[in-house]
C-alpha cells in the first residue's frame, strides 16, 4: 500500500480559515490509509517545489495526537 502523504502547509491554510469539514476529511482518508496497512507522513513543499518529508505515522494513535495538535486551537 502506498504512503498518504499530508501536506502540512495545506493543513495550515485550513486551520487558518477554520475549516473543519476540510481538515476532517483529510484526517478521515488517512484513518483509512492506517487501518489498511498504510503510513501516513506529512511534508512540507519548499517554494523551489522540493517536498520534505519530516515525520510519519504508522498507528492509529499517533495520527490521533497529531490531530489533536492540529484542531487544538480552531472553534469546533
Do not use: C, H, W
Not at 495550515?12 to 469539514?21: F, K, P, S, V
Not at 489498511?36 to 511534508?43: H, K, N, P, R, T
Request: no cysteine; aromatic share 10%.
Amino acid at each position: 500500500m502506498e504512503d498518504y502523504i499530508i501536506n502540512v502547509g495545506q493543513i495550515e491554510d485550513l486551520q487558518m480559515i477554520n475549516d473543519i469539514a476540510g481538515l476532517d476529511t483529510i484526517f478521515q482518508r488517512a484513518k483509512r490509509i492506517l487501518v489498511g496497512g498504510g503510513i501516513v507522513a506529512l511534508e512540507r513543499q519548499q517554494r523551489g517545489g522540493q517536498a520534505d518529508r519530516f515525520e510519519s505515522f504508522s498507528t492509529l494513535e499517533d495520527l490521533e495526537v497529531y490531530r489533536k495538535n492540529v484542531y487544538k486551537y480552531l472553534s469546533v
